[in-house]
């Protein structure tokens, strides 16, 4: 009767299943590594990203977060509670494309002046930071290496070397969409703490602005809605003439 293994000249030989099986463990190990490398590569994430900003942005065109300005905040809600929610949804929100201007009146439709200036700062803080975080994981290994252009060389310069300073006035002067200038920091070499100090600073006056008219949208005679909307349309204004004259000295070189 013959054991599990053969021996032959006093040598064991292994069954031909279990050689078979040893012999595959290698192979599935590479096929395994290729497989996560390839989940794992820069545009693989990248597509990732797309996806899911579309799916984010699918999701605001189904439930229409502008109806708070005409519907108002659920019953149900209320409180610390509403505006804790309301932070989330705003944040959340910007990072879907939903334009910030319309936010911030809602926020100051649903609060008032002041408490709805608070939540609306920390819904954009919270949003800034979701879309740099997903940018720079999910983003940047693959589009840095697209910078080659002029232009895009410059921006991508200004914002890794000063970045604070930089990221001010992008929320100082508006022109740039909120979630553009989210994205492009975040391709760039920007640090974290820049990117948010500067977000939070840079966006009180603009945010203070809506927030104000969204309160007083009511009486839109009083002083206060029409300071409000100077101080809309002041910093509107000079972020295009600034940005004309840059446009015409680079023509001009």
């Known amino acids: 009767m013959l054991d599990a293994t053969t021996c032959s000249g ?14 595959a463990v290698p192979a599935l190990s590479r096929a395994g590594a290729f497989l996560v490398r390839a989940l794992l590569s820069p545009w693989s994430r990248f597509s990732l990203l797309v996806g899911l900003l579309a799916s984010a942005a699918t999701a605001v065109l189904l439930f229409e977060p502008q109806r708070l300005l005409t519907e108002g905040w659920p019953p149900h809600l209320g409180g610390a509670a509403a505006a804790l929610v309301f932070a989330v ?18 926020a100051g439709a649903l609060f008032g002046s002041q408490a709805g200036l608070g939540w609306a700062l920390a819904g954009t803080v919270l949003g800034a930071g979701l879309a740099f975080g997903l940018g720079r994981l999910l983003g940047q290994d693959a589009l840095r290496p ?10 991508d310069g200004q914002l890794s070397r000063h970045g604070f300073r930089s990221m ?7 022109g740039v969409p909120f979630w553009a200038a989210n994205y492009c920091a975040a391709v ?7 990117f ?34 100077a101080c ?11 940005a004309w004259r840059k446009r015409h ?4 070189r």
């Open 89 to 106: 949804a705003y944040g959340l929100c910007t990072v879907a494309f939903v334009p910030r201007p319309l936010l911030n009146l809602a």
């Open 168 to 174: 001010l006035a992008v929320r100082l002067f508006p």
């Open 188 to 194: 760039s070499r920007m640090g974290w703490v820049p």
């Open 146 to 155: 697209l910078l080659r252009g002029r232009w895009l060389r410059a921006a």
């Open 249 to 252: 000295r680079l023509r001009g």
């Open 196 to 229: 948010l100090l500067a977000t939070a600073l840079g966006s009180v006056p603009n945010t203070a602005a809506y927030v104000v008219a969204g309160a007083r949208a009511s009486a839109p005679t009083s002083p206060a809605f029409l300071i409000a909307l």
């Open 232 to 242: 809309i349309a002041v910093p509107a204004l000079a972020g295009v003439v600034v």
């Open 10 to 23: 006093g040598t064991a030989t292994a069954p031909p299943r279990a050689a078979a099986a040893e012999a």
